[in-house]
């Protein structure tokens, strides 16, 4: 049986600093914590479309870490959702939607 070639990923120091990796980090960031909270809603990308005021094709590119984590769009998916909005770099996950405590 064999181990594979990607057992562990290892990534160099100078790519960690550079502004792409950190930018591609934070889309998934966001891709994580909208899958999450929509996962946990059971909603399906559709019914977060509608509440967010995006199309399905919007939702789709988030989850898949192709859209930037823009305020606007944090706000957005934060009043879709009624949730309060955590991002914390430090923590994983970096980012999530929580609900409003009671």
Same mark, same amino acid.
């Given at each position: ?34 899958? #999450? ?32 984590? #823009? ?9 879709? !959702? ?14 999530? !939607?929580?609900?409003? #405590?009671?």
């Amino acid at each position: 049986m064999s181990s594979g070639y990607h057992t562990r990923w290892v990534v160099p120091a100078e790519h960690r600093e550079s502004e792409e990796y950190r930018a591609a980090g934070r889309r998934m960031a966001l891709a994580e914590a909208v899958y #999450a909270r929509r996962s946990a809603l059971g909603w399906s990308q559709a019914r977060l479309a509608e509440r967010a005021g995006l199309d399905e094709e919007a939702v789709e590119s988030i989850e898949e870490s192709g859209t930037d984590p #823009a305020l606007p769009l944090i706000e957005r998916l934060a009043a879709a !959702f009624d949730s309060v909005v955590r991002i914390d770099p430090a923590r994983e996950p970096a980012m999530s !939607f929580e609900a409003h #405590a009671a």
